[in-house]
């Protein structure tokens, strides 16, 4: 089981980028499922991006498609998320999530190691 840290969250207006990291405390190089997960007010926790830190590409949520990038950096053992256009629809907290084994990748009873989420907050 890793340990998962959430960074780069913050305030944006409509339109703007941020990016996301999730630094990990062990070696996910091997083959680790990585996602991002959020979570908005009064709202249920939905995954947005996932990806096996052994092989390309990404794979994403209809809302975010086009805007959102996964992306994993074996030498710093780091899963980034690149937010560009966002919506006053992506606030939310967002969460890093890891496991070992293969499946339903938006299932998050699945996910074993868990940050403890970022604030990510777009205004019109």
């Known amino acids: 089981q890793v340990q998962l840290v959430e960074s780069g969250g913050g305030s944006v207006q409509s339109g703007g980028s941020l990016r996301l990291s999730c630094e990990a405390s062990g070696d996910i190089s091997s083959g680790y499922f990585m996602t991002w997960f959020r979570q908005a007010p009064g709202k249920e926790r939905e995954g947005v991006a996932t990806i096996y830190t052994g092989d390309t590409p990404g794979h994403y949520a209809d809302s975010v498609k086009g805007r959102f990038t996964i992306s994993h950096d074996g030498a710093k053992n780091t899963v980034f998320l690149q937010m560009n256009s966002l919506k006053p629809e992506d606030t939310a907290i967002y969460y890093c999530?890891?496991?070992?084994?293969?499946?339903?990748?938006?299932?998050?009873?699945?996910?074993?190691?868990w940050g403890q989420g970022t604030q990510v907050t777009v205004s019109s």
């Open positions: 999530a890891a496991r070992a084994r293969a499946g339903i990748w938006r299932d998050e009873s699945t996910y074993n190691s």
